[in-house]
């Protein structure tokens, strides 16, 4: 039986889910869109994956848009806002979620790699927040809605605290997110916005796939998670929803680590 509306966390709400054309993004737009969200699925170069999620979306009942931005330049990402306002009226809940890996030894990492990943997981960030703080400012608060005015939810990673060879503009990025989501919490919590991250570890999507495609490889990253399992985009879906509705009212500044304890050192298990 469906949930009546009623009780929906996320009822009247309008999210942004930035790469919401696959992976995490898909799985968080359909996560918060069945708690009665409007949801905007963003994408880059993915019209068909938006396309995909937002039937998805609809064959369950709930209400998506696709809407495409390049979040790494800023004409494009105001063009996003423009046209959610248009749409919708406001945001509520931005997922900031659109991320690259794009890796390469340290020793030949060009510069176009490292400002490529940096541009889209760091500067990305930067300016989808700033126009979605804008916008709940603007908008000013619903109490009838949220208790928040609202929610900025960056997605981040293991990587954030678990430094990655081989990845350092990718590392680099996540480290860099966790203090853009400290210092936009701090600075925005008088306003009644609260800005928390997501810290998955290794979920099964397109960017993780060449490091368990085959049962060695698979066998080898189940050696860094503790809990014996790789994760869904649906683990990180329900992180989400939690962080976006009002159960999480007295946690801002804070990242989530979804990871099946990736981040314990289990290295350590039975060593050092
Ligand atoms: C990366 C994945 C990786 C996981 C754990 C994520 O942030 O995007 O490729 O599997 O961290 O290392």
């Known amino acids: 039986m469906a949930t009546p509306a009623s009780v929906k966390r996320l009822h009247h709400q309008i999210a942004l889910v930035t790469g919401g054309s696959s992976g995490i993004g898909a799985g968080v737009a359909e996560a918060l869109a069945a708690e009665g969200a409007t949801v905007f699925v963003n994408y880059s170069h993915s019209p068909d994956g938006a396309a995909e999620v937002v039937k998805k979306i609809e064959a369950a009942g709930g209400k998506a848009f696709a809407v495409h931005a390049d979040v790494s330049k800023e004409d494009e990402v105001l063009a996003m806002f423009d046209e959610i306002r248009r749409q919708c009226g406001t945001l509520h809940i931005l997922i900031n979620n659109s991320g690259i890996q794009d890796d390469s030894p340290f020793l030949d990492m060009s ?131 939690w962080l976006a509705s009002d159960e999480s009212d007295y946690v801002t500044g804070t990242t989530l680590f979804a990871d099946g304890g990736m981040t314990l050192y289990p290295g350590f298990a039975d060593n050092g």
């Open 111 to 241: 510069l176009e790699k490292w400002q490529h990943v940096i541009n889209v997981n760091l500067t990305g960030q930067f300016l989808c927040a700033r126009e979605a703080a804008r916008e709940f400012v603007r908008r000013g608060p619903q109490p009838e809605i949220s208790r928040a005015t609202g929610k900025i939810i960056c997605m981040s990673s293991v990587h954030e605290v678990i430094p990655w060879a081989g990845h350092v503009n990718y590392a680099t990025s996540k480290g860099g997110i966790m203090q853009l989501m400290k210092s936009m919490a701090q600075e925005l919590a008088p306003q009644r916005i609260r800005v928390n991250s997501i810290g998955p570890g290794a979920i099964a999507t397109p960017i993780n796939l060449t490091a368990r495609d085959t049962p060695e490889e698979e066998k080898s990253l189940l050696t860094l998670i503790p809990y014996g399992r790789i994760g869904e985009p649906a683990d990180i879906g329900k992180v989400a929803v």
